[in-house]
């Protein structure tokens, strides 16, 4: 199919090219030689069928996706029959539903997620509007899944229910999400979000989503390698820069991650993913009283984070006092009136307040102030007595060892100890070898806890490296 370029004013290829429109719904589908192209943005007068002879890349370049999947349609793998209604997400993407109000609750929670908003469960109010429809379910059962386990299984029973009748991007979200819930191999969960932002690089929360995963299972690389391969089809979007940011900087280029998490700034000033990223490079080049001075305008955009995002944020603030020597009183100020405060917070998530509670009082002993905090210490010590709060994360259980031997509590510590050690003992494979140092690394704890210093130091040996306790 012959194509015709010609130069814009602003230096841009604009190509004239004959288009079909296939436009069944309210969005539209057009079909351009042996590709399909997902637009929301088309002359108004097209009808079903209608050739459209010129396209102006330049004017919808935002709003116009090209995803080369004619091979597929004629391979039957995607039902072309015209009998179900389709809409599309705020990607571009197409949804099998004829709710707009479901769409307008899927979008929501793709802004929560991408903002660390604290209503993510808006994602519910999108399968109510649409009980049947699959990329709504999907979500809501990975939201679900730590909080109400049975509604997140009923949501994705639902969702691969109706699979058959599911668009390519729902069903290969549904694979990338079902490996997460179903604690598939992490490399294979990773792969399916590879294949999923080959062919949809606009879906941001799948990127974040695959990212914290990498995070978790302490793979830097390839979050950087899912973050650069989407940028293109994501300039000067909201949020990819801070994504981009926090990889660049566990990769140890700070540089970088400052370019790019300024530039997240330029285009969304109140992008918490993107001010944590900044705060990062300020501290590990210990500028503290820029980290500081820089946070302090940030404040107010944390209160409708949810609670990982608010104290963590709040975490790194304090983190710069303490580190850039300011009056103590100002990392106590922090630790009463606004992370151990946000229990009291509409939707608060207590695990992560007591995660970033402790993380601070850590500091705070490390840097020689134990003194002072033990009043907050036995506090702290009595709500992680609530078994419910154990395994959660990897990371609260090390940090509730060594809080409850600190403030004595020797049986729990016991027990959440031998927990810790039953949990790896219970998984197989690859997985059971990368974490047998946890278990270890909380024995340490439990011992650093109770001032054996010696015994901590032994059961680490000369050559620990916390850097590999992330792998």
């Avoid at 042996?34 to 370049?61: H, K």
């Avoid at 062919?199 to 990212?211: E, I, T």
Wanted: proline letters at 3%; one cysteine or more; aromatic letters at 10%.
């Amino acid at each position: 199919m012959a194509t015709q370029m010609n130069n814009s004013k602003q230096g841009l290829r604009t190509p004239l090219v004959p288009f079909m429109l296939l436009d069944y719904s309210f969005h539209s589908v057009i079909l351009c030689g042996d590709c399909l192209i997902y637009c929301s943005v088309v002359p108004p007068s097209c009808r079903f069928g209608d050739s459209v002879t010129e396209i102006n890349i330049q004017n919808c370049r935002r709003h116009l996706y090209l995803f080369v999947i004619w091979q597929k349609i004629m391979a039957g793998s995607i039902d072309c029959d015209h009998q179900h209604e389709y809409k599309l997400d705020r990607w571009g993407y197409p949804i099998n539903t004829k709710s707009d109000a479901c769409i307008l609750h899927i979008n929501a929670y793709c802004e929560q997620v991408l903002s660390y908003g604290a209503k993510r469960d808006v994602i519910t109010r999108a399968t109510q509007e649409d009980g049947d429809c699959v990329l709504a379910n999907t979500l809501a059962a990975l939201t679900l899944l730590d909080k109400r386990p049975s509604d997140a299984a009923s949501h994705l029973h639902a969702a691969e229910r109706k699979l058959e009748v599911a668009t390519v991007y729902e069903k290969m979200v549904f694979n990338a999400v079902s490996s997460l819930i179903n604690g598939g191999d992490e490399e294979t969960t990773i792969d399916l979000h590879f294949k999923l932002l080959t062919d949809f690089p606009k879906d941001l929360v799948s990127l974040k989503r695959a990212q914290v995963l990498c995070f978790y299972i302490g793979r830097p690389d390839l979050s950087l390698q899912l973050v650069e391969q989407v940028l293109p089809a994501n300039q000067g979007e909201n949020y990819i820069y801070g994504m981009l940011s926090f990889s660049l900087l566990e990769a140890g280029r700070m540089g970088d991650a400052e370019l790019a998490s300024r530039k997240g700034l330029r285009i969304k000033s109140d992008d918490p993913w993107s001010q944590h990223a900044l705060c990062h490079v300020f501290q590990h080049e210990c500028r503290f009283k820029e980290a500081v001075q820089f946070m302090k305008t940030c404040l107010d955009s944390w209160n409708a984070c949810c609670s990982f995002m608010y104290t963590h944020n709040w975490w790194h603030l304090a983190l710069c006092y303490l580190e850039g020597h300011a009056h103590f009183s100002k990392v106590l100020h922090i630790y009463d009136s606004h992370i151990l405060a946000s229990l009291q917070r509409e939707n608060v998530d207590p695990s992560q307040v007591y995660l970033n509670a402790l993380g601070l009082l850590l500091n705070i002993h490390v840097h020689g102030h134990s003194g002072i905090i033990d009043d907050r210490m036995r506090d702290l010590a009595d709500h992680l007595l609530d078994q419910s709060l154990w395994h959660q994360e990897w990371l609260l259980d090390l940090l509730a060892v060594w809080a409850l031997t600190f403030t004595n509590k020797f049986s729990q510590a016991d027990q959440l100890l031998e927990d810790m050690k039953c949990r790896v003992n219970e998984m197989r494979g690859n997985k059971r070898q990368s974490m047998q140092r946890v278990p270890l690394l909380a024995e340490a704890l439990y011992h650093y806890g109770k001032s054996d210093y010696s015994r901590a130091y032994n059961i680490l040996g000369a050559n620990f490296n916390v850097c590999e306790y992330k792998r």
